[in-house]
Structure formats: structure tokens, C-alpha cells
């Protein structure tokens, strides 16, 4: 796709303005079939632990239906460089999500448009989400204190820092030399 000389956030402007309507033609079978067609896509990984017979120091073998040849089930040997090159084509991109929602479920005033369906068809309003702490939660749910001492189950525990992991230390030097004089 060609962006020379396009500016494109006037254009996404543009286009978020714009009223969209999304044509979808029938489907060639059943809604039922769509569904479980649509299922395979949306909610699974690219391959289910189960589905992996044998790993060794080489290869992968692993089970697959040959949707081609009437459903069978078969098994497929692969190297592990190409299995994993296949496997790194289902990770998506960050920020990337595989289901979309259009319509009323859409992101962009979804509550309002929620409460609006909700009081047309006379239902009581959501109640609002009590917000509670993680220590509050474990305490109600597990019975577990998560401020008291593992140890001797008697001294209260409290956050003085936190500390976390270092950088490279190429990254460190780098950093250095930019930051001193010269």
C-alpha cells in the first residue's frame, strides 16, 4: 500500500467520520455452519497442546484434520525451524486483536448504547462494578491474609520498594557515554 504524500491522520479523521456499512454476502450454508466455521479462527491458538504427539531433538509430529480429504485425521512430521515458522504466523502483532466488534457492541460509546437497548427493553440498569483491592479479594475468597508474614504467620508484611530487573549492560554503557561530556 502506497502512503507517499498521503497524511494519515487527517485521513483517519476522515474516514472515523464517515458512516461505514459492512456487506457480507450469504453464506453457502447454514448459520450453524458459519458459526462453527468462524469458531475454528477466532478463539483458538494455532495448535492445541493436545494435537502435539511427539517432540524430539529434530522435529514435531502432530495431528491435523484434512479438511480436503473428508475430515480425516492425519499427522504431520515438521522440523522444528518450520514448525515454528508456521506457528509465529498465528502470533499477532501488538496492539493487534483477532475479533472485531461492530455495531452496537463497538467500542466507541458502547455503555450508552448498552443502556439505551437496555431501557428500551425495560431491564433494570447494570449495576455499577464495585471496585475492590487484590488483598481485599483474597482475603474474602481464600481466607488468605496477603499482608501477613509467610513465615511466622504474625508480622504484617509492607511494600518499601520495588526493584526490578536491569537493563543490558551494553544498554547501560550506551546510556553513559550519551550522557557524558565530551
Known amino acids: 500500500m502506497r502512503t507517499e504524500g498521503i497524511n ?7 474516514t472515523e467520520k464517515k458512516d461505514w456499512n459492512v456487506y457480507a454476502k450469504a453464506p453457502f450454508g447454514s448459520p450453524a455452519q458459519v458459526v462453527e466455521y468462524l469458531g475454528r479462527y477466532t478463539h483458538k491458538i494455532a495448535i492445541t497442546k493436545h494435537r502435539i504427539v511427539e517432540v524430539n531433538e529434530t522435529s514435531v509430529r502432530f495431528g491435523y484434520k484434512d479438511y480436503a480429504d473428508g475430515n480425516k485425521t492425519k499427522e504431520m512430521v515438521l522440523e522444528k525451524e518450520e514448525f ?26 458502547k455503555h450508552e448504547r448498552l443502556g439505551q437497548i437496555r431501557e428500551s427493553m425495560k431491564l433494570p440498569p447494570v449495576k455499577p462494578q464495585i471496585k475492590t483491592s487484590v488483598a481485599i479479594r483474597m482475603l474474602t475468597r481464600y481466607g488468605k491474609d496477603i499482608f501477613k508474614c509467610p513465615c511466622c504467620e504474625k508480622g504484617r508484611l509492607i511494600l518499601v520498594t520495588t526493584v526490578y530487573p536491569r ?13 557524558s561530556p565530551q
Open 84 to 109: 515454528l515458522r508456521r506457528f509465529e504466523k498465528h502470533i499477532l502483532p501488538r496492539g493487534f486483536v483477532k475479533i472485531r466488534h461492530y455495531g452496537y457492541l463497538q467500542n466507541r460509546g
Open 167 to 179: 537493563q543490558s549492560h551494553r544498554l547501560d554503557a550506551e546510556l553513559r557515554n550519551k550522557a
Open 8 to 14: 494519515m491522520p487527517s485521513l483517519l479523521c476522515e
